[in-house]
């Protein structure tokens, strides 16, 4: 061949193998969370048309994903795909024992598209990431292999509905954004000082009268009222729907209960429940306020452990979340139960009698065959070496906890809370945040090992983004909160030791567009950096 053939072949060749591959900056698939490794072959998949087929092995988990996967490219690709009920079909999905449970393997070749899951779970992110290679490549994907597996267990989101009511309609669509990032635990605020939102039968009185607040104050805790009713509650049978909802998506949902603070709606509801007994209100402000459950009397344990027989019922999650945050001890301090309660408990102090009240509860979960979770504060009088704790006041409570030799969640306000702003001068157009600043950048700097040496590492289950809503009141706020801080979290979650800023850029910049495809409201700061600057 004269040479300037020869050129002209070579780079022919290049220019079909290049067009197949998935290397180089335009082509190199864009996967969030960052999976462990993308193997790209030099040449292209299967293309999946209208009619493709999706081959189950025989097992009825997959089917369910299946059809949600099918839905998921109709309305994201308007592709039309079906299950195969025979034979082969172009994509594959089985499970495969010698993967670790949320594991899998994606394979794109001509063959097909195959998914191998380490257990249902697995298979379920192989197709949220088969669910971004569509929205990056179209129908024809370049040939891949991907290998993938979460670094942590425990990858949540937190949604407050007390402060603001959202829909169970609207409380899917939260999991739906939760499953596409590979989030594995809801965890869903349930009663607060300013609404009692889950129907317990035995005690109707929570709902008819502790999930309505008379109006809610406006801005940051101003003097000036809405004057508006605000309210809403869950039945048992829509909280199962959830429930079910969430585990068609792998995502467990973990019911807050808060006590011994946080009880002002419970209180509203059942005066006999507080040290007083009277005066009791379904709060119209944001804060912490000093009516709590008391310690002193056995009613108290009697109600909340009935609560409890309900919630378990309709909740199949390991752990209940018991909160015990920000609870001020004044009312214990004059109450003549609660201080009997320290006196006959030889305790030292209202610290201990939190403890006290906190184990007890701990201890009624264990003989129920759950195990509870708390908020930082219930390390304060000491905690049982089976209590997991979630770390929120900074990592400091984490770290003390795993040292201990307990479990932990990290969500520390410094990088989690995702009522913070997003932009450091929010005077501008940015919708309201409850105050503080946490960038996506900053959200994704979270090191939930810091400070901890190999020993202690095992101790940290993960980590969790909470969505706090005292100044969030709609599902289209709530995403521009989540989304794309959620993102950065899930990459910490799932792929923290291979985390890149400069390359979840790149990533979150194709990403984004399924935001778009499923009209999710995000953020827009993480993707204009220099408009925020200005
Ligand atoms: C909390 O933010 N009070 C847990
Ligand atoms: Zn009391």
Not at 36 to 49: E, G, H, K, P, S
Request: proline share 5%; net charge negative.
């Amino acid at each position: 061949m004269p040479n300037m053939k020869k050129i002209l072949f070579a780079t022919f060749l290049l220019v079909v193998t290049a067009g197949g591959a998935c290397m180089g900056a335009v082509k190199k698939p864009a996967i969030v969370p960052v999976p462990q490794q993308i193997t790209c072959l030099d040449r292209q998949a299967v293309t999946l048309t209208n009619g493709a087929r999706i081959h189950l092995s025989s097992n009825k988990a997959l089917r369910g994903m299946a059809e949600l996967f099918i839905r998921d490219a109709a309305r994201e690709e308007g592709l039309q795909l079906k299950i195969a009920e025979k034979s082969a079909g172009e994509i594959q999905l089985s499970i495969d024992p010698t993967l670790s449970a949320e594991a899998y393997r994606l394979e794109a070749s001509e063959q097909g598209i195959e998914i191998r899951g380490g257990s249902p779970a697995g298979v379920f992110y192989g197709l949220q990431t088969l669910r971004q290679l569509l929205a990056q490549y179209g129908p024809t994907l370049p040939g891949m292999t991907i290998e993938d597996a979460p670094t942590f267990a425990y990858r949540g989101a937190m949604l407050d509905c007390c402060r603001h009511f959202f829909t169970i309609d609207e409380i899917k669509s939260f999991i739906d954004i939760l499953a596409l990032h590979k989030i594995n635990h809801f965890h869903w605020h349930l009663t607060d000082d300013q609404g009692w939102r889950l129907e317990i039968r035995r005690y109707p009185e929570l709902v008819k009268i502790g999930s309505h607040r008379t109006e809610t104050v406006l801005g940051n805790n101003t003097s000036v009222y809405d004057g508006v009713p605000c309210g809403g509650y869950y039945t048992q049978k829509q909280a199962r729907e959830i429930v079910d909802y969430a585990a068609r998506r792998f995502i467990t949902v973990i019911p807050e209960i808060e006590m011994p603070g946080h009880a002002s709606a419970a209180l509203a509801a059942y005066p006999f429940l507080g040290c007083t007994g009277k005066n009791y209100k379904v709060q119209t402000r944001w804060g912490v306020f000093p009516e709590v459950f008391c310690a002193g009397k056995e009613s108290t344990f009697d109600f909340l452990q009935n609560v409890l027989t309900e919630v378990i019922e309709v909740f199949p999650s390991e752990f209940i979340h018991l909160g015990g945050d920000e609870c001020p001890k004044e009312s214990w301090k004059t109450c003549p139960a609660c201080q009997k309660r320290i006196q006959d408990e030889q305790l030292s102090d209202e610290h201990e009698l939190q403890s006290y009240f906190v184990l007890r509860m701990e201890k009624w979960l264990h003989e129920h065959g759950r195990h509870l979770i708390g908020w930082d504060e219930i390390l304060e009088g000491g905690i049982s070496q089976s209590a997991t704790i979630m770390s929120w006041r900074g990592a400091a409570g984490g770290i003390a906890a795993a040292r201990a030799g307990n479990k932990v969640i990290m969500s520390p306000n410094t990088h989690c809370y995702l009522d913070y702003y997003q932009t450091r001068n929010p005077q501008g157009n940015e919708p309201w945040g409850i105050g503080g600043y946490i960038s996506v950048e900053k959200a994704y700097t979270l090191d939930p090992y810091d400070q901890l040496d190999e020993a202690e590492r095992p101790y940290i289950l993960g980590v969790q983004g909470n969505v706090w809503t005292e100044y969030i009141a709609s599902v289209a706020h709530v995403q521009h909160m989540l989304l794309p801080r959620l993102a950065a979290l899930a990459e910490v979650g799932w792929s923290y030791d291979r985390r890149d800023l400069e390359d979840f850029r790149r990533r979150m910049d194709i990403f984004r567009h399924l935001y778009e495809l499923n009209g999710y409201r995000y953020a827009p700061y993480f993707f204009t950096p220099a408009k925020q600057a200005e």
